[in-house]
């Protein structure tokens, strides 16, 4: 048996406040917690919440019911180490599980109503055995899209961060876009000719992350500010690097209930009707991820309290009218490190089409890659990692298992968090590696 829970990715500077944290605090408890979006039958399912009250007399409890049930069942929560109960295995049946929680302080008389939420019950999933990951054996590629000597590009090194080119993007006309973030510019190669950057195009100063934007124009976030005085920007420039307008992506951060979080980590994905979204890198119930609109598919930036009011969570859109929940870690033991991670679509019916357990005996990470599709599957990365050396698996999830598997080192210098893996509009795989020695390099590796 094993404990369901959702790992809580790194983020850096800036929450968005919502729900609950908005009701006096006199009146209400502040309250968070839950479980996951995805559980299968047998699991050991843990509800675990953190009631913000500073006292032991709060009472909690648990209601949950799958949907072949027409009633909630009731389940004490148990104070110990946080409020928790598990769930009894004969209830993860059918194709969803709801529950929500309340708690009471009979001493102050504040109470919290958490509201519902649901978690897809994996009946049928593909299962994907990595057994165990032997360091050393990776694969590299000769097949070199762009290159750049180490005095071409920035560097920022120092006692205390180690840093340089970021991230990068490639484009459907098989062009290759270098975020050199030091040197506040993007580089661009021409398909076919990886010698030598043909243009760069500035940029504001501020590292972030970059996306293409309608009628040839970019976007980039850029981080401003210090503290609590933290403020992430988005700018929609030309394809040339002039700026057409700035929008603030902000809020309030909150350690409390209903919080999710930008970072200067959080990535810029378009979906498939042109929407841009910024990742959210911590949720609710689990800590899942989020995907917040910022931008039209006609390039019109959204206001704050728009995006917060229309983020899709915890489900990426994808082609086909299709939302893929995924990196979701199960763990044998709560202080333990996780060998399954669990991923799946799900139709707009809002039932799951095809789901994966992704399973290794050797310690997995969650990797900050967001999934990509190619040909319609999921392409997911899995970090495995000893002193002094991190290494990828990339994994491209089919109907039957893993339709492709990619051993690789990871290649990036310094402390960046941004993407340096993309799956291209030719549904291959491409990496980023950079040494202020050697300088950078992006290759290309099929997929299947």
């Not at 049930?69 to 109960?85: E, M, S, W």
């Not at 590009?153 to 270098?178: C, K, M, R």
């Not at 910022?294 to 995006?307: D, E, H």
């Not at 490190?337 to 095809?354: F, K, M």
Request: proline share 7%; hydrophobic share 40%.
């Amino acid at each position: 048996m094993k404990i369901l829970i959702a790992l809580a990715t790194a983020a850096v500077a800036l929450g968005l406040a919502a729900g609950a944290s908005s009701a006096p605090a006199a009146a209400k408890l502040k309250v968070r917690g839950g479980f996951g979006v995805l559980v299968a039958p047998g699991d050991r399912l843990v509800a675990r919440y953190t009631v913000y009250s500073g006292s032991k007399a709060v009472r909690g409890t648990l209601f949950v019911r799958n949907d072949l049930q027409k009633r909630f069942t009731r389940l004490p929560l148990t104070h110990a180490n946080g409020y928790v109960v598990t769930v009894p295995t004969r209830l993860i049946r059918g194709r969803r599980l709801a529950y929500y929680a309340s708690f009471t302080d009979p001493r102050s008389g504040r109470t919290a109503k958490l509201a519902k939420r649901s978690a897809w019950v994996l009946s049928k999933p593909v299962m994907v055995r990595l057994g165990r990951h032997h360091f050393g054996q990776t694969q590299s590629s000769t097949d070199v899209v762009a290159r750049a000597r180490a005095d071409q590009v920035g560097w920022d090194i120092n006692e205390e961060y180690h840093s340089g080119p970021q991230t990068f993007l490639t484009a459907a006309d098989g062009s290759t876009w270098l975020e050199d973030s030091i040197n506040n510019r993007l580089l661009v190669w021409s398909p076919g000719s990886p010698g030598d950057f043909a243009r760069s195009i500035p940029i504001p100063y501020g590292r972030g992350d970059v996306a293409f934007g309608p009628a040839g124009t970019l976007y980039v976030t850029r981080i401003l500010g210090s503290g609590t005085e933290t403020h992430i920007v988005l700018d929609r420039l030309s394809g040339a690097g002039k700026v057409l307008w700035e929008s603030g992506l902000g809020g309030v951060y909150s350690p409390f209930a209903e919080t999710f979080v930008l970072g200067a980590n959080s990535p810029l994905r378009v979906g498939p009707d042109g929407t841009l979204y910024c990742l959210l890198q911590m949720g609710l119930p689990g800590d899942e991820w989020g995907w917040m609109p910022v931008a039209t598919p006609a390039g019109k930036p959204l206001s704050p309290s728009v995006q917060r009011r229309s983020v899709h969570w915890p489900f990426q859109p994808v082609a086909g009218g299709l939302r893929l929940v995924g990196g979701e870690v199960y763990m044998a033991h709560e202080d333990g490190a996780p060998h399954e991670i669990r991923y799946a679509l799900v139709n707009q019916a809002g039932r799951v089409v095809r789901s994966w357990r992704v399973q290794s005996t050797t310690d997995m990470n969650f990797h900050q890659t967001v999934p990509d599709l190619a040909g319609g599957d999921p392409v997911v990365v899995v970090d495995f990692q000893q002193p002094g050396q991190t290494e990828y698996e990339v994994l491209r999830l089919g109907p039957h298992g893993a339709a492709a598997k990619l051993s690789l080192k990871r290649g990036v210098f310094g402390d960046s968090l941004l993407p340096d893996l993309r799956v291209g509009a030719d549904g291959r795989l491409y990496q980023l590696s950079t040494s202020p020695d050697t300088g950078v390099t992006v290759t290309r590796f099929p997929l299947g």
